[in-house]
C-alpha cells in the first residue's frame, strides 16, 4: 500500500469526471518540509507557526522568525504556503510568556484574542513574514476569529507593517493575501460579511467540530460520540462552501476531517475542492479521489443531507464501497 501511495507522487489529484481537486499538507516545522515534496501535495494549507514558539525556551525573535518563513517559502518553491498567526495562549501555553489561569482554555483569552490584545507580538511576526516574502506571494491566515471586526483590526496590522517597511525602502511581498480560519460557529451568521472581505477562507474542522459539538477535541471519552458526518456538521460545512462560492472567496478545509478518505469523500460530495492534512493522509485521500466519480456522489448526497437521518456515515461508507471508491 506504501509504495503503491508512492507511485502516486506524482500522479495530479483528478476525479474519474475530470474535476481537479488541490490536494494540501499541514506542517508546522523545519523536520516535515521534506515531507511536503515526498507526499506529492499541491502546497502547505496550514502552517503551524506556534510550534517554532512551543519548541522554543524563550521567544523566538524576529530574525528566527523570518529565516523559518524563508526556509518553508524556499522548500515549497512555486508551490503555495498558507501561514497561520500565533495560535497560543488557553492549554498552548508558552512557558516565557506570562499568562493567566483560566477556568476554560480552549474558550479563553488565545489566537486572535490575545494578539489583537496585545499587538507587539503579532506585530513582530507579521513583519518578520513581510520581510521573507518579500518579492514573492504572502498568504496569511488568523486562527479564531469570532467577529469580522477582529479581522479588520488584523488586516490594518498587515497594511500598517508593509507600509513601516516600504517607508523603510524595505523589499515587501508582490502579493499579500489574508484569510480567516472558520473554527468558532459564531461565524457562520457572518458568512456574507466575512466573505466580502478576506481573500480566502479556511475551516478548521477540530475547532468547529468541538465547539459545534461541545465536546472538548482532547476528551477521549467523547471522542466517538458525536460524528461529523451527521446532517447538523455536514450542513454547516456545506453552507461555508456556499458562501464563499457566493462571494467568489477560494476556501480550504484544514482540520483532520480532510485527512480520513471517507471524510474527504463526504467534503468532496458538499463542494469542497481544497483540503489539506497530514502529509501521511495524502496517498490514501489521492489514491479515493482517483477512483471518484465526483458527479454522481453529488447528486446523491446534496439531497441526503437534507433527510433527518441519523445513519450518513454508514450511508456514505456503503456508497463508497458499492461504487469501487
Ligand atoms: C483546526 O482547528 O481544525 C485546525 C486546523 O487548527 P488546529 O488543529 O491547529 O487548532
Ligand atoms: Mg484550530
Same mark, same amino acid.
Given at each position: 500500500?506504501?509504495?503503491?501511495?508512492?507511485?502516486?507522487?506524482?500522479? $495530479?489529484?483528478?476525479?474519474?469526471?475530470?474535476?481537479?481537486?488541490?490536494?494540501?499538507?499541514?506542517?508546522?516545522?523545519?523536520?516535515?518540509?521534506?515531507?511536503?515534496?515526498?507526499?506529492?501535495?499541491?502546497?502547505?494549507?496550514?502552517?503551524?507557526?506556534?510550534?517554532?514558539?512551543?519548541?522554543?525556551?524563550?521567544?523566538?525573535?524576529?530574525? *528566527?522568525?523570518?529565516?523559518?518563513?524563508?526556509?518553508?517559502?524556499?522548500?515549497?518553491?512555486?508551490?503555495?504556503?498558507?501561514?497561520?498567526?500565533?495560535?497560543?495562549?488557553?492549554?498552548?501555553?508558552?512557558?516565557?510568556?506570562?499568562?493567566?489561569?483560566? *477556568?476554560?482554555?480552549?474558550?479563553?483569552?488565545?489566537?486572535?484574542?490575545?494578539?489583537?490584545?496585545? $499587538?507587539?507580538?503579532?506585530?513582530?511576526?507579521?513583519?518578520?513574514?513581510?520581510?521573507?516574502?518579500?518579492?514573492?506571494?504572502?498568504?496569511?491566515?488568523?486562527?479564531?476569529?469570532?467577529?469580522?471586526?477582529?479581522?479588520?483590526?488584523?488586516?490594518?496590522?498587515?497594511?500598517?507593517?508593509?507600509?513601516?517597511?516600504?517607508?523603510?525602502?524595505?523589499?515587501?511581498?508582490?502579493?499579500?493575501?489574508?484569510?480567516?480560519?472558520?473554527?468558532?460557529?459564531?461565524?457562520?451568521?457572518?458568512?456574507?460579511?466575512?466573505?466580502?472581505?478576506?481573500?480566502?477562507?479556511?475551516?478548521?474542522?477540530?475547532?468547529?467540530?468541538?465547539?459545534?459539538?461541545?465536546?472538548?477535541?482532547?476528551?477521549?471519552?467523547?471522542?466517538?460520540?458525536?460524528?461529523?458526518?451527521?446532517?447538523?456538521?455536514?450542513?454547516?460545512?456545506?453552507?461555508?462552501?456556499?458562501?464563499?462560492?457566493?462571494?467568489?472567496? $477560494?476556501?480550504?478545509?484544514?482540520?483532520?476531517?480532510?485527512?480520513?478518505?471517507?471524510?474527504?469523500?463526504?467534503?468532496?460530495?458538499?463542494?469542497?475542492?481544497?483540503?489539506?492534512?497530514?502529509?501521511?493522509?495524502?496517498?490514501?485521500?489521492?489514491?479515493?479521489?482517483?477512483?471518484?466519480?465526483?458527479?454522481?456522489?453529488?447528486?446523491?448526497?446534496?439531497?441526503?443531507?437534507?433527510?433527518?437521518?441519523?445513519?450518513?456515515?454508514?450511508?456514505?461508507?456503503?456508497?463508497?464501497?458499492?461504487?469501487?471508491?
Amino acid at each position: 500500500r506504501q509504495e503503491q501511495y508512492r507511485q502516486l507522487k506524482d500522479t $495530479p489529484a483528478v476525479t474519474l469526471d475530470g474535476q481537479a481537486i488541490s490536494i494540501l499538507v499541514n506542517a508546522g516545522l523545519l523536520v516535515d518540509l521534506p515531507h511536503v515534496a515526498e507526499a506529492g501535495a499541491a502546497g502547505i494549507g496550514l502552517f503551524r507557526t506556534e510550534l517554532q514558539f512551543m519548541v522554543a525556551e524563550t521567544l523566538p525573535r524576529i530574525r *528566527e522568525q523570518q529565516l523559518l518563513y524563508r526556509s518553508v517559502l524556499d522548500a515549497a518553491g512555486s508551490l503555495p504556503v498558507t501561514f497561520r498567526s500565533l495560535d497560543v495562549g488557553g492549554d498552548k501555553v508558552l512557558p516565557y510568556l506570562r499568562s493567566t489561569q483560566e *477556568e476554560n482554555p480552549a474558550l479563553g483569552w488565545r489566537a486572535i484574542r490575545m494578539a489583537l490584545d496585545r $499587538p507587539a507580538l503579532l506585530r513582530t511576526q507579521i513583519r518578520g513574514l513581510l520581510h521573507a516574502a518579500a518579492g514573492r506571494e504572502m498568504r496569511l491566515m488568523f486562527p479564531m476569529i469570532t467577529e469580522v471586526n477582529e479581522f479588520d483590526r488584523a488586516r490594518d496590522l498587515v497594511d500598517r507593517e508593509r507600509r513601516h517597511l516600504e517607508r523603510h525602502g524595505h523589499a515587501v511581498p508582490d502579493k499579500i493575501l489574508l484569510g480567516a480560519m472558520v473554527e468558532v460557529p459564531s461565524l457562520l451568521w457572518q458568512l456574507e460579511e466575512l466573505v466580502a472581505r478576506v481573500d480566502f477562507l479556511s475551516v478548521g474542522s477540530n475547532d468547529l467540530m468541538q465547539f459545534l459539538f461541545a465536546i472538548d477535541r482532547t476528551n477521549s471519552q467523547l471522542a466517538e460520540r458525536f460524528d461529523p458526518l451527521s446532517p447538523g456538521p455536514m450542513r454547516a460545512l456545506r453552507r461555508i462552501v456556499e458562501a464563499a462560492e457566493e462571494g467568489g472567496v $477560494p476556501v480550504t478545509l484544514c482540520g483532520e476531517l480532510a485527512g480520513d478518505p471517507l471524510s474527504a469523500m463526504a467534503l468532496l460530495g458538499i463542494g469542497y475542492r481544497s483540503i489539506s492534512m497530514a502529509p501521511a493522509a495524502v496517498g490514501p485521500v489521492k489514491a479515493m479521489v482517483l477512483s471518484l466519480d465526483l458527479g454522481a456522489l453529488e447528486s446523491w448526497l446534496r439531497p441526503e443531507l437534507h433527510k433527518p437521518h441519523t445513519g450518513l456515515r454508514k450511508e456514505l461508507s456503503a456508497y463508497a464501497q458499492s461504487h469501487g471508491v
